[in-house]
């Protein structure tokens, strides 16, 4: 660990960063101590270095995300990596209870860890680590690819339309992305980001509805460290289904396996020494890919958000997950000998916030983009009083309170939130920010909606977005967690078929079991329908923070789940 | 019987010219089924075929496993045949068992057809099995499924 002397004699202008990001410094713990240096240890390089960033989701400063302590596999993916949480990962990955890679990794002891060990991510600190590892390696040696989502997440990038993400990337020295949320600021938007940035938009998934021809890039070829790379592009299948399709009317999407394999072969034929996927399909997704399609070297994961300490090797295929919100860089590096693959390392860096010296560069880049919405950023609304976090299959202390500002601020019984999987956390004690409600909620069509449903249609609603996460096969999966629901309890039996999950719902307010035909008030957002009528949800949110001063959220016990 | 279900044919643009050559395209509606389960429409498919077994293989079957929108759902068929006087396949028929009027699409082809493969849009109201069954000039049947899932969506990821 880095000591504070050492952090102030790095100069007044970063002492200042550090002041105004509210970044506390931690100390070493016992005896851990780590460096700037350590992070950035690696076995012997390849012939090439592979970098991965993904997830981003737009988080341009440092911030604390705690994993998720639910997440289940089912089918093929039941109780393996990453479907492995807390003490089952830590065994898995022999790491050890406590220490920087348990704070990193897993939500065990979240709150206590987070204060020692501080904030992650921020991309003026991703881009120390890879300038690093560019002059350490040469930049002729050095691939960094971007696995989508990386321009949505956050208010100045909703402001800008990923513009600003756009900005990092480039100075970043970008070579490749593929998108998801990129989408939802329509065609017209990705269409302009794609001829106008310097680095490639992938996606040999994606045609155009009438002559069912490539929207995109499918692949673009690399040389570096005298080997060929080919890289294809994976953007996230089910977009229009997860997200407004209306955005994208004339786009469709889909798996396209068989096409991915003519890419991989293509590749191949073309004289490619690796054929790395850059794919933002999801882990499942991707392993079965993996399973199916033949002669790809590297998949690297995206989507769910997990981040593994090792690679999963999917017959010669590997398998890397970097994770989220900038608080991880992958590197793997490949040794290629007769235009073949025949060796690997791997490195799943941990962007401790604390440990690295930002980039100043891309700190004032970062604080150029922020200077216009400044005074909204900083505007504090009130205070957490327990852990706000989001991720986790079926509920998050966030979302629970996003759940209960939409029941008040809309009068109705129940409410609908959905499972999103970005968003940072905040600790008990932190300031509720503007900034940090915008950065779990601002997205193109934020409409709260008001309307009426009856028990059997809001039941049709659960069991068709579990059987998107719960499918056995992930083919047939997609989109993120479960609908958070204010206001209702049920269980969930996950071992169960499409229409057979939920049962057992009930008003939480009466403790009545909701009625199959009895009409109840029910207000959400996010809905994918177009001209969708309401207020955007932050402004509730905002509202309903700025009344109660504090925010304090008991662990949600409302939902009960079987069958995992 | 509810007829807002029936089928819809709509190759895109390009496939309809290369189509043209390659098979006759009939949207034939008759005889009409209009059932409920999933059982009942393989009892009639079974009826429809005299009982004759059902080979597998063949068939190559492309659809999405999730529909982007139910309205006009992709479907691409190909069925191996070395499409000859001889040897070729005579038709296909395509089946929605959840749909009020299953009976989707049939395409007849000759050995002028050169391919027995075919492209069309139809319209899935709700999660179920797409089943196309090929009729070679032998005789022979053969079928393929493939299960669609039609999804109200959202929750973004």
């Given at each position: 660990?880095?000591?504070?002397?050492?952090?102030?004699?790095?100069?007044?202008?970063?002492?200042?960063?550090?002041?105004?990001?509210?970044t506390?410094?931690?100390?070493?713990?016992?005896?851990?101590?780590?460096?700037?240096?350590?992070?950035?240890?690696?076995?012997?390089?390849?012939?090439?270095?592979?970098?991965?960033?993904?997830?981003?989701?737009?988080?341009?400063?440092?911030?604390?995300?705690?994993?998720?302590?639910?997440?289940?596999?089912?089918?093929?993916?039941?109780?393996?990596?990453?479907?492995?949480?807390?003490?089952?990962?830590?065994?898995?990955?022999?790491?050890?209870?406590?220490?920087?890679?348990?704070?990193?990794?897993?939500?065990?002891d979240?709150?206590?860890?987070?204060?020692t060990?501080?904030?992650?991510?921020?991309?003026?600190?991703?881009?120390?680590?890879?300038?690093?590892?560019?002059?350490?390696?040469?930049?002729?040696?050095?691939?960094?690819?971007?696995?989508?989502?990386?321009?949505?997440?956050?208010?100045?990038?909703?402001?800008?339309?990923?513009?600003d993400?756009?900005?990092?990337?480039?100075a970043?020295?970008?070579?490749?992305?593929?998108?998801?949320?990129?989408?939802?600021?329509?065609?017209?938007?990705?269409?302009?980001i794609?001829?106008?940035?310097?680095?490639?938009f992938?996606a040999q998934?994606?045609?155009?509805?009438?002559?069912?021809?490539?929207?995109?890039?499918?692949?673009?070829?690399?040389e570096?460290?005298?080997?060929?790379?080919?890289?294809?592009?994976?953007?996230?299948?089910?977009?229009?289904?997860?997200?407004?399709?209306?955005?994208?009317p004339?786009?469709?999407?889909?798996?396209?396996?068989?096409?991915?394999?003519?890419q991989?072969?293509?590749?191949?034929a073309?004289?490619?020494?690796?054929?790395?996927?850059?794919?933002?399909?999801?882990?499942?997704?991707?392993?079965?890919?993996?399973?199916?399609?033949?002669?790809?070297?590297?998949?690297?994961?995206?989507?769910?958000?997990?981040?593994m300490?090792?690679v999963?090797?999917?017959?010669?295929?590997?398998?890397?997950?970097?994770?989220?919100?900038?608080?991880?860089?992958?590197?793997?590096?490949?040794?290629?000998?007769?235009?073949?693959?025949?060796?690997?390392?791997?490195?799943?860096?941990?962007v401790?916030?604390?440990?690295i010296?930002?980039?100043?560069?891309?700190?004032?880049?970062?604080?150029?983009?922020?200077?216009?919405?400044?005074?909204?950023?900083?505007?504090?609304?009130?205070?957490?009083?327990?852990?706000?976090?989001?991720?986790?299959?079926?509920n998050?202390?966030?979302?629970?309170m996003?759940?209960?500002?939409?029941?008040?601020?809309?009068?109705?019984?129940?409410?609908?939130?959905?499972g999103?999987?970005?968003?940072?956390?905040?600790?008990?004690?932190?300031?509720?920010?503007?900034?940090a409600?915008?950065?779990?909620?601002?997205?193109?069509?934020?409409?709260?909606?008001?309307?009426?449903?009856t028990?059997?249609?809001?039941?049709?609603?659960?069991?068709?977005?579990?059987?998107?996460?719960?499918?056995?096969?992930?083919?047939?999966?997609?989109?993120?967690?479960?609908?958070?629901?204010?206001?209702?309890?049920?269980?969930?039996?996950?071992?169960?078929?499409?229409?057979?999950?939920?049962?057992?719902?009930?008003?939480?307010?009466?403790?009545?079991?909701?009625?199959?035909?009895?009409?109840?008030?029910?207000?959400?957002?996010?809905?994918?329908?177009?001209?969708?009528?309401?207020?955007?949800?932050w402004?509730?949110?905002?509202?309903y923070?700025?009344?109660?001063?504090?925010?304090?959220?008991?662990?949600?016990?409302?939902?009960?789940?079987?069958?995992? | 019987?509810?007829?807002?279900?029936?089928?819809?044919?709509?190759p895109?643009?390009?496939?309809?010219?290369?189509?043209?050559?390659?098979?006759?395209?009939a949207?034939?509606?008759?005889?009409?089924?209009?059932?409920?389960?999933?059982?009942?429409?393989?009892?009639e498919?079974?009826?429809l075929?005299?009982?004759?077994?059902?080979?597998?293989?063949?068939?190559?079957?492309?659809?999405?496993?999730?529909?982007?929108?139910?309205?006009?759902?992709?479907?691409?068929?190909?069925?191996?045949?070395?499409?000859?006087?001889?040897?070729?396949?005579?038709?296909?028929?395509?089946?929605?068992?959840?749909?009020?009027?299953?009976?989707?699409?049939?395409?007849?082809?000759?050995?002028?057809s050169?391919?027995?493969?075919?492209?069309?849009?139809?319209?899935?109201?709700?999660?179920?099995?797409?089943?196309?069954?090929?009729?070679?000039?032998?005789?022979?049947?053969y079928?393929?499924?493939?299960?669609?899932?039609?999804?109200?969506?959202?929750?973004?990821?």
């Amino acid at each position: 660990m880095i000591s504070r002397r050492d952090f102030l004699s790095a100069g007044t202008a970063l002492a200042g960063l550090l002041a105004a990001s509210g970044t506390g410094l931690a100390q070493a713990v016992g005896g851990q101590s780590l460096t700037q240096a350590d992070l950035l240890k690696f076995g012997k390089s390849g012939t090439f270095t592979l970098l991965h960033v993904t997830d981003i989701h737009a988080q341009l400063v440092p911030l604390y995300f705690r994993e998720p302590s639910t997440n289940l596999g089912v089918g093929d993916a039941r109780g393996v990596p990453p479907h492995l949480t807390d003490v089952a990962f830590l065994n898995y990955f022999g790491l050890k209870p406590g220490t920087r890679d348990a704070y990193s990794l897993t939500s065990e002891d979240f709150t206590q860890l987070a204060r020692t060990y501080g904030r992650m991510g921020g991309v003026d600190r991703i881009a120390a680590l890879v300038k690093a590892i560019r002059a350490e390696r040469g930049a002729d040696k050095v691939l960094l690819l971007d696995g989508g989502d990386g321009l949505q997440g956050s208010w100045s990038s909703l402001k800008t339309q990923g513009e600003d993400m756009v900005k990092v990337f480039t100075a970043l020295g970008l070579d490749a992305m593929v998108g998801h949320w990129e989408f939802t600021y329509g065609a017209d938007r990705v269409t302009e980001i794609k001829e106008k940035a310097p680095f490639a938009f992938l996606a040999q998934n994606v045609r155009s509805t009438e002559w069912q021809e490539p929207v995109f890039d499918a692949a673009k070829t690399f040389e570096k460290g005298g080997a060929k790379i080919a890289v294809i592009g994976q953007a996230f299948p089910r977009t229009p289904i997860a997200n407004p399709r209306w955005m994208i009317p004339d786009w469709e999407f889909g798996i396209r396996e068989e096409e991915m394999q003519k890419q991989v072969d293509a590749a191949r034929a073309g004289g490619a020494d690796a054929v790395v996927v850059l794919s933002h399909n999801g882990f499942d997704v991707d392993r079965k890919m993996a399973s199916r399609v033949s002669g790809i070297d590297v998949i690297l994961t995206a989507h769910t958000h997990d981040a593994m300490p090792r690679v999963v090797e999917v017959g010669k295929t590997l398998l890397v997950a970097t994770g989220s919100h900038g608080k991880f860089l992958s590197r793997l590096d490949l040794d290629v000998k007769d235009r073949k693959v025949t060796g690997y390392r791997f490195q799943l860096i941990p962007v401790f916030s604390d440990v690295i010296a930002p980039d100043p560069d891309m700190a004032k880049l970062v604080a150029d983009i922020r200077a216009p919405y400044a005074k909204d950023l900083a505007r504090e609304l009130g205070r957490a009083d327990s852990l706000l976090y989001r991720r986790g299959n079926f509920n998050g202390t966030f979302d629970d309170m996003i759940c209960d500002a939409i029941m008040k601020e809309r009068d109705a019984e129940i409410a609908l939130s959905p499972g999103f999987r970005w968003g940072g956390t905040l600790l008990p004690g932190d300031p509720i920010t503007f900034d940090a409600v915008a950065n779990a909620t601002a997205i193109t069509y934020p409409a709260c909606y008001r309307t009426t449903m009856t028990g059997k249609q809001l039941k049709e609603v659960l069991e068709d977005v579990a059987d998107n996460i719960f499918h056995p096969d992930p083919y047939f999966q997609g989109g993120g967690d479960m609908v958070r629901v204010g206001g209702v309890g049920y269980a969930i039996d996950v071992s169960q078929g499409a229409g057979q999950r939920i049962s057992d719902l009930t008003l939480l307010k009466t403790g009545k079991p909701l009625e199959a035909d009895k009409t109840y008030t029910v207000a959400g957002w996010a809905s994918i329908a177009q001209n969708v009528e309401g207020p955007p949800v932050w402004e509730l949110v905002e509202r309903y923070v700025t009344d109660a001063k504090t925010v304090k959220i008991a662990p949600n016990a409302s939902v009960k789940v079987t069958g995992a | 019987m509810p007829l807002h279900l029936d089928a819809t044919l709509v190759p895109t643009r390009r496939r309809a010219l290369k189509l043209a050559g390659l098979a006759t395209l009939a949207a034939v509606l008759a005889p009409r089924m209009a059932l409920a389960t999933e059982a009942q429409v393989a009892d009639e498919i079974k009826k429809l075929f005299s009982g004759k077994a059902m080979g597998e293989g063949k068939i190559k079957l492309d659809l999405p496993e999730i529909a982007e929108n139910g309205l006009v759902v992709p479907i691409n068929l190909d069925v191996e045949s070395p499409m000859t006087e001889a040897d070729f396949v005579k038709s296909v028929h395509v089946f929605a068992d959840g749909n009020p009027l299953p009976q989707v699409l049939t395409y007849r082809f000759t050995p002028e057809s050169g391919k027995a493969s075919a492209s069309a849009r139809m319209r899935l109201a709700q999660t179920q099995n797409v089943i196309a069954v090929a009729e070679m000039s032998n005789g022979q049947l053969y079928s393929a499924k493939a299960q669609v899932k039609v999804t109200i969506g959202g929750c973004g990821g």
